[in-house]
């Protein structure tokens, strides 16, 4: 499973070039797991070893959207066919709160407060994302401990950095240089 992921991400999600990243700067390598992520035979992959990734103590998945979604949906899916989690839900972090009715930055149906919940993300690079969703989820009252990501982009180590001020473990599936 971890080969036949890594080779869908080489042929589908890695590019070399000159590409300016979401951080604002500019790197050789760029990597896109939309394209794996968005088909069923590597959202399937992808979800089953995010899974593995999950301590049975996580109530809830959630990412910021765009990049988590189908992570967040896949996982909880793989999750209630394994029935390793199978009470393990899926919460979608918004960027800006919603502009309408309740005004919600989290959706998804919310565990009970203080319930751990992971976070997924795709591609780690600074880890802000992956900030931006802990933050809000811990804002809203639950625990989380971890960070679940597809590709560690290996920004001179910045992310763990990161993650370690907040609290938090980061745990990727690959390294950017597993892709290359």
């Known amino acids: 499973m971890r080969d036949e992921l890594l080779n869908l991400l080489k042929q589908h999600a890695y590019r070399k070039g000159e590409f300016k990243l979401s951080s604002g700067r500019t790197s050789e390598h760029y990597c896109n797991c939309k394209p794996v992520t968005l088909s069923g035979q590597g959202l399937l992959l992808t979800s089953c070893?995010?899974?593995?990734?999950?301590?049975?103590s996580v109530?809830?998945?959630?990412?910021?959207?765009?990049?988590?979604?189908?992570?967040?949906?896949?996982?909880?899916?793989a999750s209630y066919e394994a029935v390793l989690h199978s009470d393990l839900n899926g919460l979608i972090v918004r960027k800006k709160p919603k502009g309408y009715g309740t005004g919600a930055w989290i959706e998804g149906p919310l565990p009970e407060k203080g319930s751990e919940i992971a976070i997924l993300e795709d591609v780690i690079?600074?880890?802000?994302?992956?900030?931006?969703?802990?933050?809000?989820?811990?804002?809203?009252?639950?625990?989380?401990?971890?960070?679940i990501a597809i590709v560690d982009r290996q920004e001179n180590n910045e992310a763990y950095g990161l993650m370690e001020?907040?609290?938090?473990?980061l745990t990727s599936l690959y390294k950017l240089e597993e892709l290359i």
């Open 49 to 56: 070893m995010l899974l593995e990734c999950i301590k049975p």
């Open 125 to 147: 690079t600074t880890g802000g994302s992956a900030i931006q969703a802990v933050e809000k989820v811990r804002d809203a009252g639950y625990i989380v401990n971890d960070v």
């Open 59 to 77: 109530r809830a998945v959630a990412g910021l959207t765009l990049g988590a979604d189908p992570l967040v949906s896949g996982v909880i899916m």
């Open 165 to 169: 001020t907040a609290n938090l473990e």
